[in-house]
């Protein structure tokens, strides 16, 4: 038994590891872009990202028969998702136009802000009840990300202009808050409904819109280059966003959006060790520090499970678990527990509690 449970957080923490290695691939290929080629096209790059999400998994949706067919899950639920690609494009258009107007040590730092706000929207929408070892879990890892902030300004690294601070701040907070959004909205769907689902939806509100949204902006920067090498960092980029987005849910399903955002931190680190080589960052033993401390706190908050309480009484008991039930009198069987979905509300005959 003890080797499974071992054998399930490694799992959980390499795939963790394997999200943050995509987004690493993705900074580093937007950093290539914006300063050898001067590409400054976020906008054209998400929607190369939302077209390939469209045709693999919106065109597996139109081939389904019956209530996952395309025009089906439209009828019944087309504006939740219409609402939700619109938070999944600005969260990444706001993060990104931040850079202009502010450090990059703040939006390091002020970018956290996503665990909060995916730790506060679980608990009160999704019913995840945490334990002390996840909130000091979460509590390393912002310690690490703290330390890596501070080896960057240790060691000079390039902050950015920063000439409209206060503006690219309130960017960053603003993008970090629709991220959690996104993220929790993506666990609920995942959990209750289909992965597919989610990225079928994604990929074609996140087409439409981002589509139109770069005809307004970025249309006229648009060029056609014949450097070859133009065209690999446009694929790897897209190539690198796509395994994101298709290889997020499935991790959020085994864990949680507040687990991946965690693990999400070490994404950082990954592109300053490939910065020593590539574009010669200064080194400190700050950053191994760092990575030792977040990656400390993702195997605290691993290694014990949250729990989703149906039931406010059944929480109680969990809750007081270890220790000893007094007697009380017998006031009757517990209610049955409801579950919400988009759906509507399902009665079960007994009240349970479901790991997260």
């Not at 394997?18 to 054209?44: E, M, Q, R, W």
């Not at 136009?97 to 995916?118: E, G, H, M, N, R």
């Not at 499970?305 to 039931?311: N, R």
Request: hydrophobic share 50%; aromatic share 14%.
């Amino acid at each position: 038994m003890y080797f499974l449970l071992h054998r399930e957080l490694l799992l959980t923490l390499a795939m963790g590891q394997v999200l943050s290695l995509l987004i690493c691939g993705i900074g580093l290929t937007s950093k290539y872009l914006a300063t050898d080629y001067h590409a400054n096209t976020p906008v054209f790059q998400s929607f190369l990202n939302y077209i390939l999400l469209f045709l693999v998994y919106t065109t597996t949706l139109a081939v389904r028969q019956g209530e996952e067919n395309l025009l089906a899950i439209l009828k019944r639920r087309w504006w939740k998702y219409m609402i939700l690609g619109l938070i999944d494009i600005e969260a990444n258009y706001l993060v990104i136009k931040a850079y202009q107007y502010t450090t990059l040590t703040s939006v390091q730092l002020l970018d956290c802000f996503v665990i909060p706000v995916v730790l506060l929207l679980s608990w009160f929408f999704l019913l995840v009840r945490y334990k002390v070892v996840h909130f000091v879990g979460v509590g390393m890892c912002l310690l690490g990300m703290g330390c890596m902030v501070g080896a960057d300004v240790l060691v000079g690294r390039q902050q950015g202009l920063g000439d409209h601070k206060l503006l690219g701040d309130l960017l960053v907070l603003a993008g970090a808050t629709l991220y959690g959004i996104s993220n929790v909205c993506e666990e609920f769907i995942v959990k209750n409904l289909s992965r597919v689902e989610f990225l079928g939806m994604m990929g074609l509100f996140g087409s439409f819109f981002s589509g139109i949204q770069l005809v307004l902006n970025e249309v006229l920067k648009l060029t056609v280059c014949g450097v070859w090498f133009l065209g690999l960092l446009y694929i790897g980029f897209s190539a690198c966003m796509f395994g994101l987005y298709s290889f997020m849910p499935v991790v959020i399903k085994r864990t949680s959006a507040t687990a991946v955002n965690l693990s999400l931190l070490t994404a950082d680190l990954y592109s300053l060790f490939c910065g020593l080589f590539l574009f010669q960052y200064k080194f400190s033993g700050l950053y191994l520090l760092s990575f030792f401390i977040i990656f400390l706190g993702l195997v605290l908050y691993s290694s014990s499970s949250t729990y989703v309480a149906q039931d406010p009484r059944v929480y109680k008991q969990f809750r007081n678990a270890g220790n000893a039930v007094p007697d009380t009198p017998n006031v009757g069987p517990l209610e049955p527990s409801v579950t919400y979905s988009s759906l509507g509300q399902e009665i079960e005959d007994e009240p349970r509690i479901r790991v997260a």
